[in-house]
Every structure is written in structure tokens, then in C-alpha cells.
């Protein structure tokens, strides 16, 4: 069964550096994409970066990044250089090509609080 | 801003009641997708309806059903509602019906508070 997995429920950085935000996934599907949300405390859900599974690249948008880890069905968001506002939930999520239709499946979200 | 719109924004209500949710998608995107993320379940997929027709089901209960129109808004209706069925509901669209890489995007959704 489709599955995402983010174990980190909170995590704390410092303005400025960069942090790891992890998930895993569990697909038997070849085809599948892997999305990065961001909800901010006002609640809406913004879409952050993109990792197909057949990307041999890893996907980097500004200062986000995704780390890629096929063999290992890890897809770890890494944000450069944080700043105040980076502070939100943080979910992971995927997307199987071949389910007739396009749902998304979420991980439970990381908290990530960005500290002065 | 997404493009996708949705109202109301927020929504109190005794339980019992019925209420409907309603999704306008971004422009020329035919797929609408409501989600529910509530604090013990977290984000999860209810229905999808892709053109009119309906393409995926997911923890949809019985007491809910949805629609899309000839327009390709959506409504959501709840019914029977419970203290259980607070939550914010969230409509997305795209482009496409399914696709591994299909991106989606969000309105700012609905929260609704049963009492």
C-alpha cells in the first residue's frame, strides 16, 4: 500500500542555516511523483518542489532542494539558508501514475520553527 | 494566490446540520480534489471528479457526497454533521485527470467548526 512516513514531528533551526526535513515512501508503482508542501499558520497549502521518480536529477527550486534517494525511497526536503518566515508545517506527499485519478497521499508534517 | 477559490472561509454549525462546501478551480484546469486534514487524521484524500464525472474515491463517508458542475465548480455537501467532522476541507485542481507528475493546486480552504 502507498504510504509516506515523515518521522520528525517538530524541528528547530537557526535563522540562516539550512535544515533537513525528511520522508520516506512505500510504492510498488515505478511511476510516482513526490511533492513538498508548506502550510503556513494562516493555513493554506503551497506547493514547494517536485521529484518524478524517473528524474535522474535531483529537483532544487530557489533555496529548496529535494534529496532524492531512489534505492533508499527517501525524498528529503533541504532548505538553504532559513529564514523567519520558512516557519510552517512542512508535508510530503506522492502521487502514483498509475491510480485512475491524481490523489495525493500526505505524511503526517514536520513543524519546523525558525529561530532568531 | 492559486487561482482556486473556495467558500466559505470559515463555517460554524450545530451538529445535525448539513452544509455545503463550494470549489471554483483554477481556470481550465478540469480536475477538482477535496481533501479533509483534521488534527487526529491529518490530510486525507476524500473524491475527485475530473471533467463532470467522478475519477477517484477515497475516506469519503456516506453522510458526504460531492458534485461538479457543467461550469466545473464543485460543491461539497456534509450532512448529519458531527463534532467529529470539524476540520479544514481543503479543494485542489489541475490540469489533468491523473499522472504521476500532475501538480496540484490548493485554495486556502474551508474551516468548519461543528458544535
Known amino acids: 500500500a502507498q504510504k509516506i512516513t515523515q518521522t520528525q514531528p517538530g524541528m528547530f533551526v537557526q535563522e540562516k542555516e539550512a535544515v533537513t526535513l525528511d520522508c520516506t515512501y512505500d510504492?510498488?508503482?515505478?511511476?510516482?511523483?513526490l511533492f513538498w508542501y508548506k502550510q503556513p499558520s494562516s493555513g493554506e497549502m503551497i506547493f514547494l518542489i517536485y521529484?518524478?521518480?524517473?528524474?535522474?536529477q535531483n529537483a532544487t527550486e530557489g533555496r529548496y532542494s529535494l534529496n532524492f534517494q531512489k534505492a533508499r525511497k527517501s525524498a528529503n526536503l533541504v532548505i538553504s539558508a532559513s529564514q523567519l518566515g520558512d516557519s510552517a508545517m512542512y508535508f510530503c506527499?506522492?502521487?502514483?501514475?498509475?491510480?485512475?485519478?491524481?490523489?495525493?497521499?500526505f505524511g503526517q508534517g514536520t513543524e519546523l520553527s525558525v529561530k532568531p | 494566490d492559486s487561482g482556486v477559490t473556495q467558500t466559505p472561509k470559515h463555517l460554524i454549525t450545530a451538529t445535525g446540520q448539513r452544509v455545503t462546501l463550494r470549489c471554483s478551480p483554477r481556470?481550465?484546469?478540469?480536475?477538482v480534489y477535496w481533501y479533509q486534514q483534521s488534527l487526529d487524521q491529518g490530510l486525507q484524500f476524500l473524491i475527485q471528479y475530473y471533467n463532470g464525472e467522478e475519477r477517484a474515491k477515497g475516506n469519503i463517508l456516506e453522510r458526504f457526497s460531492a458534485q461538479q458542475f457543467p461550469d466545473l465548480h464543485s460543491e461539497l455537501n456534509l450532512s448529519s454533521l458531527e463534532l467529529g467532522d470539524s476540520a479544514l476541507y481543503f479543494c485542489?485542481?489541475?490540469?489533468?485527470?491523473?499522472?504521476?507528475?500532475?501538480?496540484?493546486?490548493f485554495g486556502q480552504g474551508t474551516r468548519l467548526t461543528v458544535v
Open positions: 481556470s481550465g484546469d478540469l480536475s
Open positions: 485542489a485542481s489541475s490540469d489533468r485527470g491523473g499522472g504521476a507528475g500532475t501538480e496540484a493546486f
Open positions: 521529484q518524478g521518480s524517473y528524474d535522474q
Open positions: 510504492t510498488s508503482d515505478p511511476s510516482y511523483g
Open positions: 506527499a506522492m502521487r502514483e501514475g498509475r491510480n485512475q485519478g491524481g490523489k495525493l497521499i
